[in-house]
């Protein structure tokens, strides 16, 4: 077999993501739906997920984006997450990596941490947040 017949994925296809559990920068496939951390070794989703109905989960993890569309009612312990946009209803603790995006009409109970959070007027809160970068951990 010729060496040119490899599929190695050049720079364009490949993106960087941080890890939802050791917080380090790793370089991953652009199409790859779940890796293994190289750092801490722990299995990370990175695809995008989409509710529209209700949903009760104990945890909801991704590297990817989580949306909760108008009729979206999720209720969890957890959102573990690389951004979040609410147009229905959330309930629990929200740590997003990436932005947190709330719509006019979403209701968000529970405590948020995230770098940017922005909120549509009318918009129903409920919880304490901590927004902007996380401080350097101490050595």
Known sequence: MAANEYNVPSPDD???IICLYCDRAQEVGRKAMSVTCKF???PLRLEDLRFKEYQARRVIDT?????VEKKGNVVTDKVN?????????????????GPVLI???????GDVSAPV??????????GQYAI???PPAAT
């Open 81 to 97: 997450c690389g951004g979040l946009i609410v147009r229905g209803k959330l309930k629990g603790k929200i740590v997003s990596r």
């Open 40 to 42: 801490c070794h722990k």
């Open 63 to 67: 590297c990817g984006m989580v949306t």
């Open 103 to 109: 719509g006019p009409e979403a209701e968000v109970k």
């Open 132 to 134: 902007g970068p996380k």
């Open 117 to 126: 959070l922005a909120v549509g007027a009318g918009a129903i809160l409920d």
């Open 14 to 16: 490949r993106t960087t």
